[in-house]
């Protein structure tokens, strides 16, 4: 079916009490305070993401047994305006090099505070790929890849 | 509720595996949908929200009507995890800027 969608990316703006310099190291070097800890990918229990501080840097996340798991890369690193991420986790959560989907994230000073915009981008690229997927097990249209996922979960 | 439970949400209901089934062979408005179903046609409008909330059918206008179609990759869903992290991990990330700008002015301060 030649009916296809493209998603918007995802845009989250927050508003900070903290200088400008102190908002980008909290985000990057600070990862670990902030981020999620019900999301670890990986079978070992999460220690801390990082976040390699240069262009070109892995994003990774350690866990408690020292293994790591890429979650993606930097892309751009530009202190303390602007970071330009690769989260490349399809849908199932796991790394896939192939997949480059794009966090930016901006801090701009505002009052007595900084804004810091997010937006999550190419998100279609994660659909891509879940199409492969479907087309791989023979499943024309996502159709029934739709219906094996509810059974398959309705079962556990 | 994360992207699986929305989905399988979405489609524990008889009737809305239903609409979807007549979805099945292409993109259908819905007058079209609704019949032959034993429900009104505000019924299966609300249960094409739901489906649609879950990612699971997308919409769009045609003339004055609204035609309903399968999203073949669930990337409606996907967004809506998605939106969903990052507003979480947004809020985690306020609170731990502030706390760490809080202890360097008590620094400052001293």
Known sequence: ?156 | MTNAARLISALADPTRRAVLEKLKDGPRPVGEIARGLPVTRPAVSQHLKVLKDAGLVADRSVGTRRIYYIDPRGLGAMRAWLDQFWEAALDAFKLAAEAEAKKTNKKEGE
């Not at chain 1, 480059?100 to 505070?113: A, D, K, R, S």
Request: hydrophobic share 40%; proline share 7%; glycine share 8%.
């Open chain 1, 1 to 156: 079916m030649s009916t296809q969608i493209r998603p918007a990316p995802v845009k989250r703006s927050i508003f900070v009490h903290a200088p400008q310099a102190h908002a980008f190291e909290v985000f990057t070097d600070g990862i670990g305070l902030w981020w999620p800890k019900t999301h670890a990918i990986g079978d070992a229990e999460l220690d801390k993401p990082v976040i390699e501080p240069r262009e070109g840097g892995r994003w990774y996340q350690r866990g408690v047994d020292g293994s790591e798991c890429d979650i993606g890369k930097v892309l751009a690193w530009n202190p303390p305006s602007r970071l330009l991420l690769a989260w490349q986790l399809d849908p199932d959560w796991n790394f896939n090099a192939d997949l480059v989907t794009e966090v930016e994230v901006t801090f701009m000073p505002e009052g007595n505070g900084t804004r810091v915009d997010l937006e999550h981008r190419y998100l279609e690229r994660m659909g891509d790929r879940a199409e492969e997927m479907a087309e791989k097990v023979g499943s024309p249209g996502g159709w029934t890849a739709v219906l094996q996922l509810y059974s398959e979960a309705s079962e556990k």
